[in-house]
């Protein structure tokens, strides 16, 4: 999909506005794997929106299990500017030998990647560990159901590791993985490069936990009804048995 002067099309998550571009398969056609989008940028504008400005290539894996039949894709897509206008595009393919040979080339930066970026997500704010040769630059949801698409404040950021603000649309955490693409430039060529990430929420541990017991229940045995109670049981078993043993135990435990 070619795009002219400050036309634009949409990404996966077009934002507050747009379309994504849709492709549907005849039968004869098993797409493998997701439709690969390019890495996106903002469109500048009062909605947040995303997606590209200088047209948009598609990646997708396919098995044609039955050559016999046509190969079919209808493609639907979205043009804007100041006024958007539907597309809609049907490719035909009777035989395979009809496939090109060569295909559009692309700067291979410009598809994610695997940039063993790791991230934990919190209530508003992310953490993103990454290899200290890439700098954040953005990141783009999935979807826009828990946090919206305005571009995340940057809070902190040293070689490897770069903490993000995010503007939540709601006060709670999310309790589900939220799935988003980071975007990163490398410091030496200021080539973009981009992956997906899982952004977990973060958890505590087992052994907080059983912290916050220990401590709640020393707070407890400090309560005015619970501390004489304890005395008192104390000087009880030390009379009954002159075996002390059992009430040093008793305030221990």
Known sequence: ??????????????????APTELSW?????PEGPLLYP?????????QTIGYHHGLTLKQNILWHQPTKP?????DWLVCKEACYPYSARLVVDSPEQLPVTETPQ?????PQNLKVKALISEKDVTLHHPDHLVFSDLFFLSNQHFSNA??????????RTQLGLDAQSSSAPDQPEKALVVFRDKSTSIPHSQWVLLKPQTPSVLWFMLLAFFGG??????PCVFP?????????????????????????
């Open 1 to 18: 999909i070619t795009t002219i002067d400050e036309w634009h099309t949409y990404w996966v998550n077009p934002g507050d506005s747009g």
């Open 26 to 30: 005849s039968d004869s056609v098993r």
């Open 39 to 47: 890495t996106p940028e903002r469109i500048p504008g009062v909605l």
């Open 71 to 75: 190969l079919q894709v209808e493609i």
């Open 107 to 111: 700067n291979p930066e410009t598809y």
């Open 151 to 160: 571009p995340p404040e940057l809070i902190k950021a040293n070689a490897s």
């Open 218 to 223: 020393l707070l407890l045995n400090l309560m």
């Open 229 to 253: 109670v304890l005395f008192l049981k104390i000087q009880a078993l030390v009379q009954r048995d002159e075996r002390t043993s059992n009430g040093i135990a008793y305030t221990l435990g």
